[in-house]
């Protein structure tokens, strides 16, 4: 394999024995898959106090809100600062810390914005990390960039990555952050570290997009619900994006597009669990997933939703009826997650959370602007049979309902995804679970 872009996250840089195993991935062949992996980002460290682990970055975020309400931040920093000198430390390397930490405190003291101070932890890991691995340090200040309104320019960001690359042989580039119009330093969400990978990997051009983390692989189902739940070993986007969305799998959205759209693959993995090499991730299925007569590549789903069902003689046939139905939603500004139509109704299904309590206005509406002869309301579990080998193949739906009815589970809606890689099944929140249970035993076994 060519350049494989490897970014490390929070729990991988945590202490020096987790740290040492990255250099037997960067420098040897720990990872099992052989590779050029001359450039790496890093997230920000986590800090084990008492058998709780938390984010250096969390404790910055608390150093910017002492400072702005006048309180003494200098406590809480030298917990930051001690990590950072104990990792040297632990990795027996010599480098000018003190320095770093005088910099950033004087900067702190003067008006440092809150994204300038959350972005140290990457920023000082990344200094430590190309000490310890004898790579050069390229920082993320000017070559990840935003507009003036924190939107990221995906085409300059590219264009300044590669070019500054080019000079360096080797590098280690802080995750999490980049620079604003004026100069000023800006965060992506939480977890953006996965994001600055993902823009490396395509500025890149690199073959694989290697993210090493918490998550030693995707799993075929929640193994809070399943009892050990088999890994995906291979995935497609497409699949991951439907298992994201109404499950809990996620990765942020942004450190997904730019490699998916450039075709780059994306392996899952963690430095905790070396001897399985985690989720690949492609644009098209392999051969073996396509083969495989398990056929399921895994499901996910959440009890928490709502549908609101309205009904009326040929609602259903009445031209812009979705429309209306729909602009009720979106004057409220709740995501819809699924619509099913039939004849004499049309049910909108909703994130319970993302509603806030506005049922009752909803439901308002809905009696006002579409004058239905019942609406009802009621909670309901959705979950999402995901398998790139349902494309096709008869009788993969029915293999999931027959699992659902052979446990005397009533099926409430079911839709199928155009793309046929999906079956979205609801069912009352009571019976999730065991709807789960009995959907992965049909396919897995
Ligand atoms: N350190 C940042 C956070 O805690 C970014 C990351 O970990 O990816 O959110």
Redesign the pocket.
């Given at each position: 394999m060519g350049l494989i872009l490897s970014k490390f996250?929070?729990k991988c840089v945590s202490d020096a024995q987790e740290i040492a195993k990255i250099k037997d991935i960067v420098k040897g062949d720990a990872a099992g898959e052989a590779g050029d992996r001359r450039y790496i980002v890093v997230?920000?460290p986590y800090i084990t106090t008492d058998g709780t682990a938390q984010?250096v970055?969390d404790l910055l975020y608390l150093c910017y809100s002492h400072i702005r309400h006048h309180i003494p931040y200098q406590p809480v920093f030298r917990v930051v600062c001690e990590k950072f000198l104990m990792l040297a430390a632990g990795l027996k390397i010599d480098i000018d810390l003190q320095s770093e930490f005088n910099e950033i405190q004087k900067r702190m003291e003067h008006g440092g914005s809150e994204g300038y101070i959350a972005s140290r932890?990457?920023y000082l890991m990344a200094k430590l990390m190309a000490a310890y691995l004898d790579m050069d340090f390229v920082d993320a200040d000017g070559i990840i960039l935003f507009d003036k309104y924190g939107r990221l320019l995906e085409e300059e960001t590219d264009s300044a990555i590669a070019a500054e690359l080019k000079k360096h042989e080797t590098a280690v580039i802080p995750?999490?952050y980049g620079t604003l119009p004026d100069g000023s330093i800006k965060t992506f969400v939480?977890?953006?570290?996965?994001i600055t990978g993902a823009l490396v990997a395509k500025a890149l051009r690199a073959e694989l997009y290697e993210n090493w983390g918490d998550r030693a692989a995707f799993l075929t189902a929640d193994p809070q619900i399943v009892e050990d739940p088999s890994r995906i070993e291979h995935m497609t986007y497409a699949e991951l994006r439907e298992l994201s969305y109404i499950g809990n799998q996620s990765m942020p959205e942004g450190s997904i597009f730019p490699v998916r759209r450039a075709g780059i693959p994306l392996r899952v993995r963690s430095t905790a669990d070396m001897e399985n090499r985690g989720t690949l991730i492609t644009t098209k299925p392999s051969d073996a997933q396509n083969a495989d007569d398990r056929v399921l590549t895994g499901i996910a789903g959440n009890a928490n939703f709502t549908a609101f069902s309205v009904y009326r003689g040929l609602l259903g046939s009445e031209k812009g009826i979705l429309r209306k139905v729909l602009s009720i939603f979106e004057d409220w500004d709740i995501n819809v997650e699924h619509v099913m139509i039939g004849v004499d109704s049309l049910s909108v299904i909703v994130g319970t959370e993302g509603m806030e309590g506005r049922e009752s206005e909803i439901v308002d509406e809905l009696w006002r602007k579409i004058h239905p002869e019942d609406v009802v309301v009621e909670n309901v579990a959705l979950m999402n049979v995901v398998g790139s080998a349902f494309y096709h193949r008869p009788g993969c739906a029915s293999k999931a309902m027959a699992a659902l009815a052979s446990e005397g589970i009533s099926l409430r809606m079911m839709d199928q995804g155009a793309s046929e890689i999906n079956i979205t099944l609801g069912v009352a929140p009571e019976e999730f679970e065991p709807a789960i249970r009995a959907i992965y035993r049909a396919f897995v076994g």
């Open positions: 996250g929070g997230a920000a984010k970055t932890g990457e995750g999490f939480r977890s953006g570290s996965d």
